[in-house]
């Protein structure tokens, strides 16, 4: 009854930021990602009959019973599906730089889906895998797969799971991270993302701008088009942001050095190297081009932000049994 488990986290190319339901979180739309290779979680999970209740460990920190909501969700889950009563000893060990503002809720809960339900005995199919990390976080959902996936926002449990659209990304998008902040957010993800969909007045604008980028996305990856793809996910992520400061109350995610990034990338396209921008519920800056470009993309970024705060990625891996 113990099993280990890997998963990478992902970084969203048409951005999630709302849920319909809460509970089992719904989103209120699709959305589209990259797995990315740099970035990943272990998780071993035991099932342990003495167990009065559930342990988790994180990077060998005990983490308090009344923290553990989130975990507790994808175990119950497991043990609803395997109709049996143990709880777990759960030991999570992150390769997420917390500093990258790359959501290690994604690799965690997708590493957790695939090893509590193999302890368990359960041999669910990869999309019965996304629906169960999709209990723990929603950006969880896409880290089952590796490579281009989408995640169908569905109406229910049964139709809310993601599906790779390509799993071998092989023809050359890379990403940097800009680590700008390393200091925990203010506004989680889940507070602030109900926020924009109670109170922002452009909500309903962005149900419309996630149904025209997800085809628009679409179409740029059938064609390997790397600068289409980098201009949707750019626009996508503004607009995904504009909803944060039209929220009441109005929150960012922004920082001055997430402006300056953003200038900085500008100035890089103005001189003829594509590449393009993205941030997600943090202020970091992460940046999308075609590997070729790498050098003269870092020659840009380093005298500014420093070498050892950039960070390159490529395409990764779905979750797998370590
Ligand atoms: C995404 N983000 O699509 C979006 C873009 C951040 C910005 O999913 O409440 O940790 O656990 O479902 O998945 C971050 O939010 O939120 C996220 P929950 P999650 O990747």
Same mark, same amino acid.
């Given at each position: 009854m113990?099993?280990?488990?890997?998963?990478?986290?992902?970084?969203?190319?048409v951005k999630y930021w709302g849920k319909k339901d809460p509970q089992l979180i719904i989103p209120q739309t699709d959305s589209l %990602?990259?797995?990315? $290779? !740099? #970035? #990943?979680? $272990?998780?071993?999970?035991?099932?342990?009959?003495?167990?009065?209740?559930?342990e988790l460990i994180i990077d060998d920190q005990p983490v308090a019973p009344q923290k553990m909501a989130k975990v507790t969700a994808v175990l119950s889950q497991?043990? *609803?599906?395997?109709?049996?009563?143990?709880?777990? !000893?759960?030991i999570s060990q992150n390769n997420v730089p917390m500093a990258a503002g790359l959501a290690s809720s994604a690799s965690a809960f997708a590493a957790l889906a695939l090893a509590a339900s193999t302890a368990a005995g359960l041999h669910l199919s990869p999309r019965d895998l996304s629906r169960l990390a999709r209990r723990g976080s929603g950006s969880a959902t896409r880290s089952i797969f590796g490579g281009l996936v989408e995640w169908h926002a569905g109406v229910d449990d049964a139709s809310s799971y993601a599906e790779p659209i390509?799993?071998?990304? $092989?023809?050359? /998008?890379?990403?940097?991270? /800009?680590?700008? $902040?390393t200091k925990q !957010? !203010?506004? *989680?993800?889940r507070g602030g993302m109900q926020l924009s969909v109670t109170t922002s007045p452009f909500y309903p604008a962005w149900r419309k701008v996630v149904a025209d980028d997800m085809?628009?996305?679409?179409?740029?990856? %059938?064609?390997?088009? =790397?600068?289409?793809?980098?201009? /949707?996910?750019?626009?996508?992520?503004?607009?995904?942001?504009?909803l944060t400061m039209s929220a009441d109350p109005a929150y960012t995610y922004f920082e001055g050095a997430t402006i300056k990034?953003?200038?900085?990338?500008?100035?890089?396209?103005e001189q003829g190297i594509n590449c393009y921008y993205t941030m997600d519920a943090g202020p970091n800056v992460k940046v999308i081009y075609n590997h070729q470009d790498r050098q003269r993309i870092i020659d840009k970024l380093a005298p500014v932000f420093g070498k050892d705060?950039?960070? =390159?990625?490529?395409?990764?891996?779905g979750a797998h049994l370590i």
């Open positions: 113990k099993a280990s488990a890997r998963a990478h986290t992902n970084i969203a190319l %990602s990259l797995t990315l $290779d !740099k #970035f #990943f979680t $272990d998780t071993t999970v035991e099932f342990i009959e003495s167990l009065k209740q559930d497991v043990r *609803s599906l395997s109709h049996q009563h143990y709880f777990a !000893k759960v390509m799993e071998q990304v $092989d023809f050359g /998008i890379e990403m940097i991270a /800009i680590l700008i $902040d !957010k !203010k506004v *989680s993800s085809q628009a996305m679409k179409t740029a990856i %059938s064609k390997r088009d =790397i600068n289409q793809m980098g201009h /949707i996910a750019e626009e996508n992520a503004m607009r995904m942001h504009a990034a953003i200038n900085l990338i500008k100035g890089l396209r705060h950039l960070i =390159i990625a490529q395409p990764g891996p």
